[in-house]
């Protein structure tokens, strides 16, 4: 044995330990209210020791990323502590407040975690766009200075049951994946069962189906050097031949379990009896539980020896809780070690009380190992997280507004008046989209900056002098990712090229554009982005019944709801072109800030932190509004609301309304303006925004900071307190029904609840009841006054 792995075995013991030290002692210091999921950790953490231990100490270098399974966050957290990256507070904090979390975390925790992960199979998915992201990276010519980076994810075999990582997988294969290997923890345990049999086979034709190398790992070095004694063969085809259920059994009923069943089916065979028979049960079990996984020599042979960049799969064998009395229980995922189970395993590891966090207690020469610690490649360069500077924003975006146009097509004006450009703002954009980029407008700036590709290939049609309106050359220097059909891999693609500035050092600025009921598709994986700080600009067009053709199943309602509450997420919803421009610069702005997180005086937002942008677009043709773009106008946009007509001193009713249906809103108050004086129209761009500045300005005023005004209460301070507010969308009502509760002014909401349906945009309306007529009839209802003569009968 080298002396390297002997080091290795030492501290993948502590690593074990200090693991099983930090879970218990959250587990017994606290009066947790989740005792069960504490213990979600300890044997599924057990399982990866040695691979964890073999990567990060060994195996990984600085450029190298990780993703690792949920429920290993106490071996990271452990790994880390030995590196010194984490503290030891912290770890007596683990799933307290403030301390290490129970999922590794790249915002909340302090010992950089390179992919969150706790939501299975989307952190897995990360790795191979961030493989992506890379190679994308280095095409244009960014970051080259840097050696290239593998991207790992260490993958729980029942993950293997999430749908995304298939999605990922083809996408993968699509793409010319390099670099990535996806580590399996093949344990052949989930939370509440032993797993189906021969999973191994699926999984090997799978991913060689998809151009990855296969790396099984099946054997330690104790059963493949019993494999060649006498009879080696005959117990090798025993474990080969071993169900699932029963190997997990016999490993956690140990030796002499072992000993009675080998002897009960292959024990009268002459060589192989006397293989079991020399080994005491101890021995006997040592033997039958070193799996591949947990043995440092097999697995190191198998990460040293793999391609240096083909995408890899390890299907590394395992046993959930190995090591611990809990091994290989079918229960075990609940599994926690008692007082007394833990005091044992104190004293076979020869740790003092008071001692359990010493990092080399019960260990002889700390001096050796310190400085085999200090030695370790992947801790060498002292950032993990990188950064670039923010590439420079124009003043304003210039577009070409039409008399009457819609926002998709807005957005598509704007993006191709950018793709002409060559600044280095428009180089740093990067645009994808599954399988929707004509259909949401993107074709413009593709046919400019072409689509992105290892390798470059000729528009056929072009070359073939067929007319069309779409030229689809893809290059490495294209700027456009085209994606297959699935919303969960661009969700995680926009986060993998949202962190770009982290992860290699290079700012990219990522546009995805995808229908807006089609969100809900990828809603874990958009979540998954924004809880890792991902930065992007999420385009979702058409939305709504506005689409009123294509029915129930391409129409969205609650994807306002979800851009309300979305944390990290600045949702907007314009009306107009000339808004839609001011907010995508602004996004572009915000995308790339990260500064302090005070709130701004002006609006309470905490716009310096920065974060990701939602546009909900529609392609409903809308007529224009002819007028110069002032500074106050457009600090109204950004901060979600303007006056497109001020209520005056007797107002009875106000309309706010948001995005496409403002013809119908401002129709309404010109009814009713013939019958009722100074009714007020509200423009509403971003109720997410509004409503974030109103909350924050509410919570400052309760702290003390009495003169603490948002913007919306600024807008409705001289609103008459009997005044009305009609608030409309096309989306669900709760999106402006708040409203009311600003400045207490009774409310009515309009907007849809129902699953939508065909038919043309004046007969949806109608039904739905967002057009003018109820808007006028709901005014009528709350702010009686006098009769509005317009008002129809409602259907
Ligand atoms: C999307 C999602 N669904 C469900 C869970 C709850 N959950 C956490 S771990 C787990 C089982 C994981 O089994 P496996 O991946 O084999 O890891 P092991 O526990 O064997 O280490 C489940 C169902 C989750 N974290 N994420
Ligand atoms: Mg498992």
Redesign the pocket.
């Given at each position: 044995m080298t002396d390297k792995i002997a080091t290795l075995r030492e501290l993948e013991k502590k690593i074990l330990w200090l693991a099983s030290w930090t879970i218990h002692n959250a587990n017994h210091l606290r009066d947790n209210t989740d005792g069960l999921k504490v213990g979600?950790h300890q044997?599924?953490?057990a399982?990866?020791a040695t691979i964890m231990t073999a990567l990060y100490l060994d195996v990984l270098r600085p450029q190298d990323r990780v993703a690792v399974?949920?429920?290993?966050s106490p071996i990271f957290h452990a790994i880390q502590y030995l590196l010194g990256k984490q503290t030891q507070d912290r770890l007596q904090a683990f799933r307290g407040y403030q301390g290490a979390q129970s999922?590794p975390s790249r915002t909340k925790d302090a010992d950089d975690v390179d992919f969150s992960t706790?939501?299975?199979?989307?952190g897995v998915a990360q790795t191979l766009f961030s493989s992506l992201t890379q190679d994308y990276v280095r095409a244009h010519g960014w970051g080259l200075s840097r050696p290239e980076g593998r991207m790992v994810a260490l993958?729980?075999?029942?993950?293997?049951?999430?749908g995304n990582i298939f999605e990922a997988l083809l996408e993968g294969w699509k793409q010319g994946l390099r670099n990535c290997w996806w580590i399996i923890?093949y344990?052949?345990?989930?939370?509440?069962q032993v797993?189906r049999e021969g999973l191994w086979e699926r999984y090997e034709q799978l991913f060689k189906n998809f151009g990855w190398d296969v790396v099984i790992v099946k054997y330690g070095s104790l059963q493949r050097a019993a494999f060649q004694e006498p009879g080696g063969e005959k117990l090798r085809a025993w474990i080969d031949s071993c169900p699932n259920q029963l190997y997990s059994a016999l490993v956690f009923t140990g030796g002499a379990a072992w000993r009675k069943r080998l002897n009960d089916e292959i024990g009268d065979q002459g060589d192989v009896s006397r293989l079991i028979e020399k080994r005491s049960d101890d021995d006997l079990a040592a033997l039958m539980n070193n799996l591949g996984g947990h043995d440092l020599p097999s697995v190191l042979e198998a990460f040293h020896g793999a391609h240096p960049e083909k995408p890899t799969c390890f299907i590394c064998y395992t046993v959930?809780g190995f090591g611990l009395p809990m091994a290989g229980h079918k229960d075990n995922?609940a599994g926690l070690m008692t007082p007394v189970q833990m005091e044992v395993f104190r004293q076979k590891m020869g740790v003092r009380e008071g001692h359990e966090w010493d990092k080399f207690e019960g260990l002889a020469s700390p001096e050796r190992l310190q400085s085999f610690l200090e030695r370790v490649p992947f801790a060498a360069d002292k950032a993990r997280r990188l950064s670039a500077s923010a590439i420079e924003v124009p003043d304003a975006l210039p577009v070409t507004i039409q008399p009457t146009m819609s926002t998709q097509t807005g957005f598509g004006a704007l993006l191709n008046e950018i793709g002409r450009g060559d600044s280095e703002f428009a180089r740093r954009i990067v645009t994808t989209s599954p399988d929707v980029t004509v259909s949401t407008n993107l074709g413009p700036w593709v046919n400019r900056r072409g689509l992105f590709a290892h390798e470059k290939m000729a528009d056929t049609f072009k070359s073939e002098h067929i007319p069309s309106t779409f030229t689809w050359e893809f290059s490495p220097q294209g700027q456009h990712i085209e994606l297959g059909i699935a919303e969960n891999n661009l969700f995680v693609l926009l986060s993998a090229l949202g962190l770009s500035h982290s992860i290699n050092g290079e700012r990219l600025l990522p546009i995805g554009t995808l229908y807006d009921p089609f969100i809900a598709r990828g809603l874990?994986a958009l979540n998954y982005a924004c809880y890792q700080d991902a930065r992007f600009i999420v385009v979702a067009t058409p939305s709504g019944i506005t689409l009123a053709g294509e029915g129930g199943a391409h129409q969205s309602i609650a994807e306002p709801l979800i851009g309300l509450a979305q944390d990290g997420l600045a949702s907007f919803e314009p009306a107009y072109v000339d808004e839609l421009a001011v907010i995508l610069r602004w996004a572009f702005a915000y995308m790339q800030k990260d500064g302090d997180t005070k709130p701004s005086e002006l609006n309470w937002l905490r716009d310096e932190t920065g974060g990701s942008v939602y546009l909900r677009l529609s392609t409903r043709p809308v007529e224009q509004i002819e007028r110069t773009m002032t500074p106050e106008l457009s600090q109204g946009i950004v901060d979600g609301a303007y006056w497109l007509r001020e209520p005056g001193p007797n107002a009875q009713v106000m309309v706010a309304y948001t995005g496409a249906v403002a013809p119908e809103a401002i129709a309404a108050v010109g009814l009713m303006a013939e019958d009722r004086r100074d009714v007020g129209l509200l423009a509403v761009t971003s109720a997410d925004r509004l409503n974030a500045g109103w909350t924050a300005a509410q919570r400052a005023r309760e702290r003390g900071l009495v003169h603490a005004r948002s913007h919306i209460e600024r807008l409705l301070a001289d609103v008459p307190a009997h005044c009305g507010i009609v608030s409309v969308l096309d989306g669900h009502p709760a999106t402006l029904a708040w409203l009311g509760a600003v400045a207490g002014h009774r409310t009515r909401a309009l907007g849809v609840e129902h699953f939508g349906q065909t038919g043309s945009l004046a007969e949806l309306y109608r039904h739905y009841g967002i057009d003018a007529n109820a808007i006028v009839a709901a005014a009528q209802a709350i702010a009686p006054g006098r009769p509005i003569r317009y008002l129809k009968a409602l259907p």
């Open positions: 979600g044997a599924s953490s399982s990866l399974k949920p429920h290993a999922y706790g939501s299975v199979g989307l993958v729980g075999d029942a993950e293997l049951d999430e923890d344990n052949r345990q989930s939370l509440d797993v959930k995922h874990d």
